[in-house]
């Protein structure tokens, strides 16, 4: 695995994909898609796909930070999710628990940092005090950040940025003319992850080709590559082939930038 890491690697076959290390996506997306689809098609229950899909979470983030990414955001809730079936809802606040009991370890032992950006305090006590638990045993890994998209909208993340700045404009900090887009940016819930804060690479599985209110602002230049298998279908070569048609791209930045 992972060949193109060796020094001096070459391809064994023609069709091996051999990636360029120095053009590694800082920041790759996933949208988890496909779930409850993977369950359906093999007549288990929905929450039997979001198991599964936990451990692809698992090891696709070993995969990522082995690859030398800096941030793997993974959209695990949505602010919309709350309106699914109640059982289901509830079954998915025990994940952030599930995950802080079985993974931190193998975290700090890889030297990843957990950080959650979301609505939190509209979740449940204990899924909050496992979010919190897992960012603070992490605190001091310096490798890749595992972000977590959890209870999270992005046109309500945009919405209490302007709530936010306006509050500044009408105390009298700022002036209207004042506003930059790095300014709005300093205001979004990415902003922690500094020159990380915006997508290099949204995946996308399950065939699903939208966006569906995830990081709408920071998405500006990202490249987009939809896939169909499923997530918990989802693997360590597959995230490779993501990154290989990433690198295969040609990113312009609206002519403003030139990688
Ligand atoms: C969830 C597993 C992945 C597939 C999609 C749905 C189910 C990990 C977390 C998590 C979140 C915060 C945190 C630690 C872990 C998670 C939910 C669902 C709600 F600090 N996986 N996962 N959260 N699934």
């Avoid at 628990?97 to 940092?113: G, H």
């Avoid at 690479?201 to 709408?216: A, D, K, M």
Wanted: glycine share 6%; proline share 5%; aromatic share 10%.
């Amino acid at each position: 695995m992972f060949s193109w890491l060796k020094k001096d690697a070459v391809p064994s076959s023609p069709d091996e994909l051999v990636l360029d290390p120095n053009n590694i996506p800082a920041h790759i997306a996933i949208i988890m898609d496909g779930n409850g689809r993977w369950a359906q098609k093999r007549h288990l229950p929905r929450v039997a796909g979001h198991k599964q899909g936990m451990d692809t979470v698992k090891t696709i983030t070993i995969a990522a930070s082995d690859l030398g990414v800096k941030v793997l955001t993974l959209y695990a809730f949505s602010t919309e999710n709350w309106k699914r079936p109640e059982d289901e809802v509830n079954y998915l606040m025990k994940f952030p628990v599930d995950f802080f009991d079985t993974f931190v370890p193998d975290l700090i032992k890889n030297n990843v940092r957990v950080n959650v950006m979301g609505y939190l305090d509209q979740l449940p006590k204990q899924t909050q005090k496992a979010v919190y638990d897992a960012m603070a045993d992490t605190k001091d890994c310096t490798g890749m950040v595992l972000n977590f998209a959890l209870n999270y909208g992005s046109r309500a993340e945009i919405t209490t940025a302007m709530t936010d700045i306006a509050k500044e404009v009408a105390a009298g900090q700022l002036k209207p003319d004042d506003i930059t887009d790095d300014m709005i940016s300093q205001h979004l819930m990415t902003a922690s992850l500094g020159e990380y804060a915006d997508p290099d690479l949204i995946i996308r599985t399950s065939g699903e080709e939208r966006i569906s209110n995830f990081l709408l602002w920071q998405m500006a230049y990202s490249e987009f590559v939809f896939m169909t298998p499923h997530w918990p279908e989802f693997t360590p070569e597959l995230l490779q082939e993501a990154v290989y048609t990433y690198q295969h791209r040609k990113r312009r930045f609206g002519g403003l930038k030139n990688k």
